[in-house]
């Protein structure tokens, strides 16, 4: 059971944290006790959603698709304990119209931005022997969609590098992990896919999509003591999408 003491002198820093399933682990995490730092590119976005987490919390503005972006972010964090990996962009698609940019992009924020933030970030959890890091990954990363194959190939590769981290950061007390949600209500989802989104969640096994609330408790978590056994697991919150 969470209770408020439970995160209490840790820092997690929650990427693309303004709005949807990153703010909601924000507000959790905070619930929990920790002191959140909570990125976007937006800063009236950024300030409202600090307004909305009950805690210590901070906004920091950063594009994860920059690299120079990533690297000042790293240099503002400072130490962290707990990374939530959550910002991405998810085009949609069919491979034949699929844009070079927005493919560029999409591989730049959700893999390269993933990548040199947590490698710039993971060095301060070796020396301190602990740390959680949690990557929010998709449900079609293992399950074809059509229209998905730049995200979901974006967020397959997340996934390995959730394996991969787990094995080179477990000996110095790092746990990795990720969430792979299924169809999920918030802003971003609805403004690119629309009601796609919604017949998603009618074919799964559960009939409907998550709240971001749903998706949040899983992600706390694994960032708690709680999974102190689980590393280099990925947790499919999306409704039995990837059973059936």
């Keep these: 059971m969470t209770t408020a003491t439970e995160l209490t002198g840790q820092t997690a820093l929650v990427t693309g944290g303004t709005a949807g399933i990153g703010l909601a682990c924000a507000r959790l995490l905070a619930g929990a006790g920790a002191t959140v730092i909570v990125t976007g590119r937006d800063h009236r976005r950024g300030a409202a959603a600090v307004g909305r987490i009950s805690g210590r919390a901070s906004f920091v503005a950063a594009d994860l698709s920059d690299a120079g972006a990533v690297q000042a972010l790293v240099e503002r964090a400072g130490e962290v304990d707990i990374l939530v990996n959550n910002a991405a962009s998810f085009p949609g698609a069919l491979t ?34 602990r740390g959680s890091i949690v990557n929010i990954t998709s449900m079609v990363a293992s399950k074809g969609v059509g229209g998905a194959s730049t995200y979901g190939a974006s967020k397959a590769a997340v996934e390995a590098l959730t394996r991969s981290w787990a094995a080179e950061f477990g000996p110095y007390g790092v746990r990795v ?22 017949e998603l969640g009618r074919a799964l096994p559960l009939g409907r999509t998550a709240d971001p609330e749903e998706i949040a408790h899983a992600v706390l978590f694994l960032a708690s003591p709680r999974a102190s056994f689980i590393t280099g697991s990925t947790l499919h919150a999306d409704g039995g999408g990837t059973a059936v």
Excluded: C, I
């Excluded at 070079?100 to 931005?113: H, I, K, L, Q, Y």
């Design 96 to 129: 034949v119209d699929q844009d070079v940019t927005a493919f560029e992009t999409t591989f730049d924020t959700n893999v390269r931005g993933t990548y040199f933030l947590t490698a710039g970030l993971v060095p301060g959890m070796l020396r301190r022997h």
């Design 177 to 198: 992990n990720s969430v792979a949600p299924g169809p999920t209500k918030t802003e971003g989802v609805a403004a690119q896919w629309g009601d796609t989104n919604d």
